[in-house]
């Protein structure tokens, strides 16, 4: 990743990048300047000196397999997951709707700041139309 404000994060958002990066190489090949547009337009910005390295580590863990395709006379390395690696981002998967429900479930949860703000947000609206107007006049 190019540095940036989000450099302090970086330990968390590779994570999420390797999980994209499976996740689109278990749908269709892929290949590392198209998988860089991609996550460009998740807003991460990432290099080829990022790319590259992350796409060779999945192929040695054995989660990708690179081939080498003919495009427009130029070749280009595509990766495309093994089922090693689809059965990777299935696990994955759980762990990351799990880990999403709980984020988002505590923001909601009764007692939590979100609740106490929406409640303070919604509080004049309850309040009967005449006695709001009551109140107003002198
Ligand atoms: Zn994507």
Redesign the pocket.
């Given at each position: 990743m190019t540095p940036n404000r989000d450099t302090k994060y970086q330990d968390i958002y590779i994570g999420l990048v390797r999980l994209?990066v499976l996740?689109?190489a278990a749908q269709e090949p892929v290949f590392g300047h198209g998988m860089i547009q991609?996550?460009g337009?998740?807003g991460y910005h990432l290099g080829p000196g990022t790319m590259y390295p992350l796409l060779h580590s999945l192929e040695r863990r054995g989660w990708l397999k690179s081939q080498i395709v003919l495009v427009d006379g130029r070749r280009r390395k595509c990766y495309a997951a093994t089922p090693h690696g689809k059965a990777a981002l299935l696990q994955a998967r759980d762990y990351v709707r799990e880990l999403f429900d709980e984020i988002f479930e505590e923001r909601a949860k009764p007692g939590s700041d979100r609740d106490l703000n929406m409640r303070r947000l919604q509080k004049p609206s309850l309040m009967p139309a005449s006695k709001t107007a009551k109140k107003g006049r002198p």
């Amino acid at each position: 990743m190019t540095p940036n404000r989000d450099t302090k994060y970086q330990d968390i958002y590779i994570g999420l990048v390797r999980l994209h990066v499976l996740h689109h190489a278990a749908q269709e090949p892929v290949f590392g300047h198209g998988m860089i547009q991609e996550l460009g337009r998740h807003g991460y910005h990432l290099g080829p000196g990022t790319m590259y390295p992350l796409l060779h580590s999945l192929e040695r863990r054995g989660w990708l397999k690179s081939q080498i395709v003919l495009v427009d006379g130029r070749r280009r390395k595509c990766y495309a997951a093994t089922p090693h690696g689809k059965a990777a981002l299935l696990q994955a998967r759980d762990y990351v709707r799990e880990l999403f429900d709980e984020i988002f479930e505590e923001r909601a949860k009764p007692g939590s700041d979100r609740d106490l703000n929406m409640r303070r947000l919604q509080k004049p609206s309850l309040m009967p139309a005449s006695k709001t107007a009551k109140k107003g006049r002198p």
